[in-house]
């Protein structure tokens, strides 16, 4: 690019916007400047914009790999509309004919075509990559770049051959995109498309509009949530449960107590669905009662909650899910309905899936129950899941914040820990870390002779729940991390070198218990 260029100014004459959001300018400066870039930024954020506006102002065709084809379509055609241009975005996937897909080709080797949509898929075709080799390829952009992650939340293997092809087609600079920026995922995502080097621009996931609450899923559970909706009339929400039957029921339990709900998941036939959801978009019903099939792309700014009847799968999830709450910036509830005993439902669904994804599956699943039970501020442990770091003492929009729990000081115990990590040597998971703490004599801890260990046995005057907390809440405070390579090995960090050698105050909450609450529902 030799021509200066006024970025504000061609903003508006494509999109018709005043400003660029967030980092949008600084994103597009480093692709125009011929740079990978790396872009994390939560859904609605605008990262579509990041690179539809530089395909429009680079020669050639930006190629944008993404995985969903109807989401595709859309984009191309609001694309269509911004140009006047014929032919200025096209996709090509599996929906396309041979007819459609030479007129796609046509308008790419004329240069008309700014943008060219392609599932990866269709990418790891060889007609299709032959076809690229001659193209103008402007730059590559990775759309929902955590497909790539078997950490995310759709993995697909596709996704790990993109760079492979990109480099047989002709290396161009690679923008990658995700709203998914737990440091695992991130870390995966540049390694797998070789861009460890490249600019990252993260913005906060932070949702100050949002309150997070956790309540104990007893037996009354549904007169809670018939109660609470009562109390705000007139509201929008949605409520997520895990199955179908599950969505069917509760939508049928709320009509009969007067409340307009209705249900929807995949399970249904898709004309109902779609009434459903219109009625719910149209404000014709104020509930709606929904599987995870519920939601995506779906834009109601006006959510005043949203409930989690049973805990979600993952803390991303449950991020996605309460993030449809308060889309305009007004007030968004997120309560969750929680139970132990629902944690053992869920790695149910999962037997039958190959070993690795099932491990993942329950790390990710823990991750969930450790927030749920937590005391300590929900904003704050969830934006740590983001690997963000949150330093208010009090968010003062959560359950936890609101009433908070007694600290205990825990210095001595933290010690301990710390210890017990590092004469392990940093090779082992949290509940390994607590085992030798208690000195148990499991088949594993023998096997490797720990209990011979000066650490063994060094915490046997605390419960095992004491412990989980103090290892909990060391890695907020950056005391210890997770091995990123080898999820879930605790290592010491350097402030955790620095505590053990000058130990300064540590204080920590005790997490919930939600033992007791178990016991009360009964066995269906
Ligand atoms: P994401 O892909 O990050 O979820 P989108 O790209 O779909 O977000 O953008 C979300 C919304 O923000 C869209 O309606 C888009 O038109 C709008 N948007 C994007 N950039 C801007 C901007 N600079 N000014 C105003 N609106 C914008
Ligand atoms: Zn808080």
């Known amino acids: 690019m030799t021509k200066e260029i006024n970025l504000t100014e061609e903003l508006k004459k494509y999109f018709g916007f005043d400003t660029f959001k967030g980092n ?4 597009i400066e480093n692709l125009l400047a011929g740079k990978d870039t790396f872009v994390l930024m939560p859904t609605g954020g605008g990262k579509s914009l990041c690179y539809q506006l530089p395909s429009l102002l680079l020669d050639g065709t930006a190629v944008v790999i993404s995985p969903l084809i109807a989401l595709m379509k859309n984009q191309v055609d609001a694309m269509r509309n911004f140009s006047e241009e014929d032919g200025v975005a096209h996709f090509i996937n599996s929906s396309l004919n041979k007819s459609a897909i030479d007129q796609v080709k046509t308008d790419i080797l004329s240069g008309k075509t700014k943008l060219l949509y392609v599932a990866p898929e269709s990418l790891t075709k060889e007609e299709n990559i032959e076809f690229l080799k001659q193209a103008k390829i402007s730059f590559y952009a990775v759309d929902e770049a955590h497909c790539i992650s078997e950490w995310g939340h759709d993995f697909r293997p596709e996704y790990r051959r993109i760079r492979p092809i990109i480099n047989e087609i002709g290396s161009h600079p690679l923008i990658a995109l995700t709203a998914t920026a737990t440091p695992k995922v991130q870390h995966d995502i540049q390694k797998n498309l070789g861009m460890t080097d490249s600019a990252v621009f993260k913005s906060s996931f932070n949702r100050p509009n949002l309150y997070y609450e956790v309540r104990p899923k007893t037996q009354n559970v549904d007169k809670d949530i018939i109660r609470y909706i009562k109390n705000q009339p007139g509201k ?24 307009n709900a209705l249900p929807y998941h995949a399970g249904m036939d898709s004309a109902t669905r779609t009434q459903n959801q219109d009625a719910f978009l149209l404000e014709k019903v104020d509930v709606i009662v929904a599987t995870i099939a519920f939601g995506m792309g779906i834009d109601k700014p006006d959510v005043r909650y949203v409930i989690h009847y049973d805990i979600p799968k993952s803390l991303e999830g449950y991020y996605q899910e309460t993030g449809r709450a308060g889309r305009d910036g007004g007030e968004g509830q997120c309560i969750t309905f929680y139970m132990n005993k629902d944690l053992q439902k869920l790695e149910k669904f999962m037997q039958g899936k190959p070993i690795a994804e099932q491990e993942i599956g329950k790390q990710l699943l823990l991750e969930t129950a450790a927030y749920a039970e937590s005391s300590v501020c929900r904003r704050k442990l969830l934006l740590h899941y983001f690997g963000e770091e949150y330093n208010e003492e009090n968010c003062g929009n959560c359950d936890n914040c609101l009433n908070p729990k007694k600290q205990v000081e825990a210095q001595d115990l933290l010690c301990a820990v710390i210890e017990t990590v590092v004469a392990l040597k940093e090779k082992f998971k949290a509940d390994h870390v607590i085992d030798v703490l208690l000195g148990k004599e499991t088949t594993e801890v023998l096997s490797y002779h720990q209990d011979e260990l000066e650490v063994f046995g060094c915490g046997q005057g605390e419960e095992e729940k004491t412990w989980n907390a103090v290892i909990r809440q060391a890695l907020i405070a950056g005391y210890l991390d997770k091995d990123i390579e080898n999820y879930g090995l605790l290592k010491v960090t350097k402030a955790g070198l620095a505590f053990l050698k000058k130990p300064v105050s540590f204080k920590i909450v005790e997490d919930n218990d939600f033992e007791e609450i178990e016991e009360e529902v009964p066995m269906k």
Request: proline share 0%.
């Open 24 to 27: 949008q300018k600084a994103i």
């Open 236 to 259: 929008s929400g949605i409520i997520y449960c895990l199955s179908r039957k599950k969505v069917e029921e509760l939508a049928e339990t709320l009509k009969v107590n007067g409340i």
